[in-house]
C-alpha cells in the first residue's frame, strides 16, 4: 500500500531552493512569538484568524517562503486549522511555498507592460540568470538561479501601466526597464 501525503503536503510540497542559503530556517523564535502576539492582538478576542494574511507576510518577510512548519505555527497561533491557512497560502501568487532567491525579480506581464517589451525582458532576465524560459512552469512559474542569488516570477499588474515594462526586485519598482537596465541593476546587486 503506497504512503498519501496529507492535504498540507500536497498543496506545499516542499521543493528545495538555491535560494535557501539567503534566508533563515524557519523557526519560532521569542521575536517571532512577539511579533505574532502584536499582530493578532489588532482583532478582537475570537477573530484571530482575521490575522492569518497578516502574519503569512511577517514569516515570508524574514524566512523568504511559507513552510509547511510555518503553516501549521500559523494555524495554532490564528486558533485554526493547518488546511485554512494552506489555502490562504496557495490562493495569493504573491506568498511562496518555496525560497525565492536573495533579489527576487517579478516583472510585469499583462498587456501594457507586454506591449513594451515585458515579455523579452523575462527572456533576457532568465537568460542572465543562467536560466531558461522555456523551463518555466505555468502552474509554479518561479525560477531561482543556481547559485541562489536571483529569482524571477512572472506577475500580473504591478499598477504602475504607463511607465513599463516594470519590473520588482524585492519591494524596490523599477519603471521602463530595458535589457541595459536590467543588466547594470544585477551587476550592482551582486556587489552588495
Same mark, same amino acid.
Given at each position: 500500500?503506497?504512503?498519501?501525503?496529507?492535504?498540507?503536503?500536497?498543496?506545499?510540497?516542499?521543493?528545495?531552493? #538555491? @535560494?535557501?542559503?539567503? &534566508?533563515?530556517?524557519?523557526?519560532?523564535?521569542?521575536?517571532?512569538?512577539?511579533?505574532?502576539?502584536?499582530? %493578532? +492582538?489588532?482583532?478582537?478576542?475570537?477573530?484571530?484568524?482575521?490575522?492569518?494574511?497578516?502574519?503569512?507576510?511577517?514569516?515570508?518577510?524574514?524566512?523568504?517562503?511559507?513552510?509547511?512548519?510555518?503553516?501549521?505555527?500559523?494555524?495554532?497561533?490564528?486558533?485554526?486549522?493547518?488546511?485554512?491557512?494552506?489555502?490562504?497560502?496557495?490562493?495569493?501568487?504573491?506568498?511562496?511555498?518555496?525560497? #525565492? @532567491?536573495?533579489?527576487? &525579480?517579478?516583472?510585469?506581464?499583462?498587456?501594457?507592460?507586454?506591449?513594451?517589451?515585458?515579455?523579452?525582458? %523575462? +527572456?533576457?532576465?532568465?537568460?542572465?540568470?543562467?536560466?531558461?524560459?522555456?523551463?518555466?512552469?505555468?502552474?509554479?512559474?518561479?525560477?531561482?538561479?543556481?547559485?541562489?542569488?536571483?529569482?524571477?516570477?512572472?506577475?500580473?499588474?504591478?499598477?504602475?501601466?504607463?511607465?513599463?515594462?516594470?519590473?520588482?526586485?524585492?519591494?524596490?519598482?523599477?519603471?521602463?526597464?530595458?535589457?541595459?537596465?536590467?543588466?547594470?541593476?544585477?551587476?550592482?546587486?551582486?556587489?552588495?
Amino acid at each position: 500500500m503506497s504512503e498519501t501525503p496529507d492535504a498540507i503536503d500536497a498543496l506545499t510540497v516542499a521543493k528545495p531552493s #538555491p @535560494g535557501e542559503k539567503y &534566508f533563515p530556517k524557519f523557526e519560532v523564535t521569542p521575536e517571532l512569538k512577539k511579533e505574532a502576539k502584536k499582530v %493578532i +492582538a489588532q482583532y478582537p478576542d475570537g477573530k484571530e484568524q482575521s490575522a492569518i494574511l497578516p502574519l503569512i507576510h511577517v514569516v515570508q518577510e524574514e524566512f523568504g517562503f511559507i513552510s509547511p512548519a510555518a503553516i501549521e505555527w500559523i494555524a495554532a497561533e490564528c486558533n485554526s486549522t493547518p488546511i485554512h491557512v494552506a489555502g490562504v497560502v496557495t490562493f495569493y501568487p504573491g506568498i511562496h511555498t518555496r525560497c #525565492p @532567491g536573495k533579489y527576487h &525579480f517579478r516583472v510585469c506581464h499583462t498587456i501594457a507592460c507586454a506591449m513594451s517589451g515585458g515579455e523579452e525582458l %523575462i +527572456a533576457h532576465i532568465c537568460k542572465q540568470m543562467g536560466l531558461d524560459v522555456a523551463d518555466m512552469d505555468e502552474e509554479d512559474p518561479m525560477m531561482v538561479s543556481e547559485d541562489g542569488l536571483f529569482s524571477i516570477e512572472p506577475v500580473e499588474c504591478l499598477a504602475n501601466c504607463g511607465f513599463g515594462p516594470n519590473v520588482m526586485v524585492n519591494d524596490t519598482l523599477y519603471s521602463e526597464m530595458t535589457p541595459e537596465k536590467v543588466d547594470a541593476l544585477m551587476a550592482e546587486l551582486k556587489t552588495k
